[in-house]
């Protein structure tokens, strides 16, 4: 790729930087920064490092082709790669698309949840091996439906003891939502948040006791990332640097830590079924269900926009499938 210059003579940006900038200028997690970075880069190097405005709808078939049929990948990965090319598109070169209609898009097959029965999450939950934050954690995934990042992300102003329930902010799709605070946990929560107050305050006192603020609360509340109530539930044991402020600061624990942990768990349980830290997402809902909560209410917990998604658990009530009895039953 040749380097492009501005019309006064300076350097124009190189493309992967002008794309980061326009993330960020988006306020996209830096999750999806990464992702979207990843995706571009491989789409120029597929193309032998062609410039992307030299090329449109033949070279981004070819290109989602070759994930589908060599590399093999799952729809919802290929749409992954579909969506941070039309963004280079879109956002950074503003082309126009009126051929993206014609773009052929994998479809993502229907597929059931793998779901815990009750006495399958107790064995779970017996074997795991861990701290007691890390147990706190994966009792809390189940307790409340949150999924793996929603938890982990949880700040201490959004854990309601009062009214016995957790805020869950800026969830999938950017949405906040309400769902319980499991009174069995309590007791534990409060244990830990004695335990992050005293962590927050010795960070304070060597000047590390800042925390990512997502970028509108930042300029909202200017000195909000060193209150307690800012800091996260469940923070990482050292400090990391802040890819984008540059800062040194606590982060919340990594999610690879939970997902370990949990399939270990699994392992020793004995459980035949593919377990990780969403099956007791599933789960949760399932269960809500089986001990007669309506749907809606269920909806409303997991953070779902449409009902049809949260129908997916009523396959797996104790009532046979469908809900209907095996006429093999009746006689």
């Given at each position: 790729?040749?380097?492009?210059?501005?019309?006064?003579?300076a350097?124009?940006?190189?493309?992967?930087?002008?794309?980061?900038?326009?993330?960020r200028?988006?306020?996209?997690?830096?999750r999806?920064?990464a992702?979207?970075?990843?995706?571009?880069r491989?789409?120029?190097l597929?193309?032998?490092?062609?410039?992307?405005a030299?090329?449109?709808?033949?070279?981004?078939?070819?290109?989602?082709t070759?994930?589908a049929?060599?590399r093999?990948v799952?729809?919802?990965?290929?749409?992954?790669?579909?969506?941070?090319i039309?963004?280079?598109?879109?956002?950074?070169?503003?082309?126009?698309?009126?051929?993206?209609?014609?773009?052929?898009?994998?479809?993502?097959?229907?597929?059931?949840?793998?779901?815990?029965t009750?006495?399958?999450?107790?064995?779970l939950?017996?074997?795991?091996?861990?701290?007691?934050?890390?147990?706190?954690?994966v009792?809390?995934?189940?307790?409340?439906?949150?999924?793996?990042?929603?938890?982990?992300?949880?700040?201490?102003?959004?854990?309601?003891?009062?009214?016995?329930?957790?805020v869950v902010?800026e969830g999938?799709?950017?949405?906040?939502?309400?769902?319980?605070?499991?009174?069995?946990?309590?007791?534990?929560?409060?244990?830990q948040?004695?335990?992050?107050r005293?962590?927050?305050?010795?960070?304070?006192?060597?000047?590390?006791?800042?925390?990512?603020?997502?970028h509108?609360?930042a300029?909202?509340?200017?000195?909000?990332?060193?209150?307690?109530?800012?800091?996260y539930?469940f923070?990482s044991?050292?400090?990391?640097?802040d890819?984008?402020?540059?800062?040194?600061?606590?982060?919340h624990?990594?999610?690879?830590?939970?997902?370990?942990?949990?399939?270990?768990?699994?392992?020793?349980?004995?459980?035949?079924?593919?377990v990780?830290?969403?099956?007791?997402?599933?789960?949760?809902?399932?269960?809500?269900?089986?001990?007669?909560?309506?749907?809606?209410?269920?909806?409303?917990?997991?953070?779902?926009?449409?009902v049809?998604?949260?129908?997916?658990y009523?396959?797996?009530?104790?009532?046979?499938?469908l809900?209907?009895?095996?006429?093999?039953?009746?006689?």
């Amino acid at each position: 790729m040749s380097t492009n210059t501005s019309s006064c003579g300076a350097p124009a940006p190189r493309l992967l930087d002008q794309v980061r900038d326009r993330i960020r200028l988006k306020h996209y997690s830096i999750r999806t920064e990464a992702a979207y970075l990843g995706w571009i880069r491989r789409y120029i190097l597929f193309h032998d490092k062609r410039h992307p405005a030299e090329m449109g709808k033949a070279e981004i078939e070819a290109f989602l082709t070759h994930l589908a049929v060599q590399r093999d990948v799952a729809a919802a990965t290929q749409g992954q790669a579909l969506s941070a090319i039309l963004f280079l598109y879109q956002e950074v070169l503003a082309q126009a698309l009126p051929w993206l209609d014609e773009v052929v898009r994998a479809k993502r097959p229907a597929r059931l949840p793998t779901v815990l029965t009750r006495v399958e999450v107790h064995r779970l939950l017996d074997q795991l091996d861990a701290d007691e934050q890390m147990l706190l954690i994966v009792h809390l995934l189940y307790g409340s439906g949150m999924r793996l990042l929603e938890g982990l992300r949880l700040r201490v102003k959004d854990v309601d003891f009062g009214r016995n329930e957790i805020v869950v902010r800026e969830g999938k799709g950017n949405k906040d939502r309400v769902t319980m605070l499991p009174l069995s946990l309590r007791e534990a929560l409060r244990k830990q948040f004695m335990l992050r107050r005293a962590q927050h305050e010795e960070d304070l006192l060597v000047g590390k006791g800042c925390v990512y603020l997502p970028h509108a609360l930042a300029v909202k509340y200017p000195n909000a990332d060193r209150f307690f109530g800012w800091q996260y539930v469940f923070a990482s044991a050292g400090y990391l640097r802040d890819p984008r402020s540059g800062r040194v600061q606590r982060h919340h624990v990594d999610e690879k830590r939970v997902q370990r942990a949990v399939k270990g768990a699994a392992i020793r349980a004995g459980l035949a079924k593919p377990v990780s830290p969403h099956t007791l997402r599933h789960s949760f809902a399932t269960h809500l269900l089986e001990a007669g909560q309506d749907i809606r209410t269920v909806q409303e917990l997991l953070g779902h926009k449409d009902v049809s998604t949260t129908m997916i658990y009523t396959h797996v009530l104790n009532r046979g499938g469908l809900g209907v009895v095996s006429p093999l039953d009746s006689r």
